[in-house]
């Protein structure tokens, strides 16, 4: 996946030098003399607080001087997102609803779900990836401290089924705890609440063994030892946590699993609008002072085109239609 990002996104240099900047500006610029609305909304399909609400705020907030009157942020939250989306669906494509969700509404959902209130493949355009989100696989107090590694820990949660539980919440993250199962030739049940926040503290309490979440959700609980993070689902480790190995590191492959916390619009949004919101939404992205702020939260700036936005979407798509055949998972 990093090699794909590298092959699409420009690089910090060009994104940050003159050259790379006046380039977005121009582009940003060319959309003042088209016609577009005064007022937009980055509609964010999660509740206030969490990563794509800081994402669509870093974003309102930096948007290119004057290229509207006013950029606001409306969050939807509900049924996985699905809500957000249905209502930015059924507004009228004229480029006032920017959509702000994770790219598994996109990519994955199609093959894990009957039935959905839109159609993955036509309904939106993505305007650009914005940030990429990997998960970690933490363990508490209820985990023996001789634990240090995911195989020993795949060898602690098989010798009792009170051990194999796991907090999660969002459908990415229970396919972590999915795909770990199936390596391990065990059975892993997933623990749902309502946010990456609640899991990680009944997991701090004690009250489950482990938590499946973004690594902005851990952070936080490092310092005091309860929790341990086991592993990372990246393909390479993460500065926020420079001391945790990645699956990959520990024998355990095909476990790097990522999502864009990216801009959609409605796919009917007139060509231009389409590509200045693109511009106007990179040259708030690449600013130095955001791109370091959501490296603190372990927020990777991917900023990119509609036609790299459009491949990397096609490629991750792909690579979950992959992942649910050979796992065998059933719809529902």
């Known amino acids: 996946m990093s090699e794909q990002l590298s092959r699409f996104s420009p690089t910090r240099r060009e994104l940050l030098g003159t050259a790379g900047g006046l380039a977005l500006l121009s582009a940003v610029g060319r959309a003042a003399a088209q ?10 399909g999660y509740a206030a607080g969490g990563t794509s609400d800081l994402l669509s705020r870093k974003v309102a907030s930096n948007m290119p001087a004057g290229y509207a009157n006013s950029v606001i942020v409306e969050n939807k939250p509900g049924a996985l997102a699905q809500l957000a989306v ?50 970690g ?37 229970s396919m972590v705890g999915t795909l770990l199962a199936k390596i391990g030739n065990m059975e892993l049940v ?16 004690g009250n489950v063994p482990a ?6 959700d851990l952070a936080p ?39 864009y916390f990216g801009f959609f619009a409605h796919a009917k ?19 130095k002072e955001i791109v370091d702020s959501l490296a603190q939260v372990g927020m990777t700036v991917v900023p990119t085109d509609l036609k790299q936005s ?3 979407i096609a490629q991750d798509r792909a690579r979950w239609a992959s992942v649910v055949k050979r796992i065998n998972y059933q719809p529902t």
């Open 35 to 44: 016609s577009k609305p005064s007022t937009i909304r980055i509609v964010c």
């Open 86 to 135: 249905s209502y930015v669906k059924q507004q009228p494509p004229d480029g006032s609803n920017i959509l702000s969700v994770s790219s598994v509404l996109f990519t994955l959902f199609p093959f894990i779900y009957k039935s959905l209130p839109y159609d993955a493949m036509n309904d939106f355009a993505t305007l650009t990836a914005g940030c990429e989100v990997e998960y």
């Open 137 to 173: 696989y933490a363990v508490g107090p209820m985990v023996p401290a001789s634990v240090r590694t995911i195989p020993e820990y795949i060898a602690w949660a098989k010798r009792d089924a009170k051990n194999a539980t796991f907090a999660t919440a969002g459908v990415l993250p």
């Open 190 to 205: 997933p623990v749902t609440y309502k946010g990456g926040a609640p899991a990680v503290l009944d997991t701090v309490a």
């Open 211 to 216: 938590t499946v979440t973004t690594l902005g």
């Open 221 to 259: 609980h490092l310092g005091d030892g309860k929790l341990r993070v086991l592993a990372i689902t990246s393909d390479k480790r993460n500065p926020l946590l420079p001391t945790v190995p990645t699956f990959a590191e520990q024998g355990i492959a095909d476990m790097v699993i990522k999502t």
């Open 269 to 287: 949004t007139p060509a231009e609008l389409m590509a200045s919101h693109s511009a106007a939404i990179r040259s708030a992205l690449t600013k």
């Open 310 to 312: 459009g491949e990397l």
